[in-house]
Nanobody
Framework: QVHLVESGGGVVQAGGSLRLSCAAS????????MAWHRQAPGKFREFVAT????????YYADSVKGRFTISRDNAKNTLYLQMNNLKTEDTAVYFC??????????????WGQGTQVTVSS
């Protein structure tokens, strides 16, 4: 069992930056693919970014490509999402997830509770 806890959310002005963290416990994440997804009010949860267990492969949603960077520190059992040049449409609850395979779908085994990101204009 992997327990995931996100942190780093908050309120930021458009054009600003935030760094989200996802701390894992229970098991090492070093053998898991990890991902960030988000859910805006009134919308379905959507894929943001994913990273392979080694960190060598990363994939991004077109909407965040070039602005967001996913990374991981397996020694610290932690996943990160650096978000730059934030836009109001990035406002959502951000979830981290862990699973056996890199995928842009929702098929991850473990999910955190989420952290709110609000981007004001």
């Amino acid at each position: 069992q992997v327990h995931l806890v996100e942190s780093g959310g908050g309120v930021v002005q458009a054009g600003g930056s935030l760094r989200l963290s996802c701390a894992a416990s229970g098991r090492t994440i070093s053998t898991y693919a990890m991902a960030w997804h988000r859910q805006a009010p009134g919308k379905f949860r959507e894929f943001v970014a994913t990273i392979s267990w080694s960190g060598e492969r990363t994939y991004y949603a077109d909407s965040v490509k070039g602005r967001f960077t996913i990374s991981r520190d397996n020694a610290k059992n932690t996943l990160y999402l650096q978000m730059n040049n934030l836009k109001t449409e990035d406002t959502a609850v951000y979830f981290c997830a862990a699973g056996p395979t890199v995928t842009i779908t929702q098929t991850y085994d473990y999910w955190g509770q989420g952290t709110q990101v609000t981007v004001s204009s």
